[in-house]
């Protein structure tokens, strides 16, 4: 008679189950990455929260460029949440460059596959790379009115 240790056996499955799903979850839910470049004079890192993102670049005598951003979300839940994580990415490396301002160049989109045990996934993500820049902190002009004291 084979005795089986009932113990063994449920504390395998259990192992064997975390071992398989682990990549089935982060292929499902993925994750954002990202790279930089720097070209230019790397600066202090500045916090993720304190990248601006701007629509255009400003005005030459304003900015100095510090490199090149790309990053990449494949969550699988939503476009949006994709395009939001892609951005913190990318905020997060031009910040680790001392870069306080992107200007985006190329927004995209990704396509994954990954095949497990004759089962083909497909997940599509965002890509996004730009420019990291160093906007320098102009003190505004001073717009108080002069008054001048006469004797009288």
Known sequence: MIFFNIHFITESV???SVLFSLPILIFLFGCASGAYVITGEARKPVLQEDVKIYPKF???DE???IGLVTAESNS???AQWDMDAAVNEAKKRAGLMG???IVFTELG???KSFLLSSFLFSRSG???SGTAIYVEKKAP???GVFVKKTNE
């Open 14 to 16: 259990k192992k064997i």
């Open 58 to 60: 400003p005005p030459e």
């Open 63 to 65: 900015y100095e460029i």
């Open 76 to 78: 699988r839940l939503t």
């Open 99 to 101: 870069a306080n301002g």
């Open 109 to 111: 989109s990704s396509q």
């Open 126 to 128: 965002r890509t996004i």
């Open 141 to 143: 002009p001073y717009t």
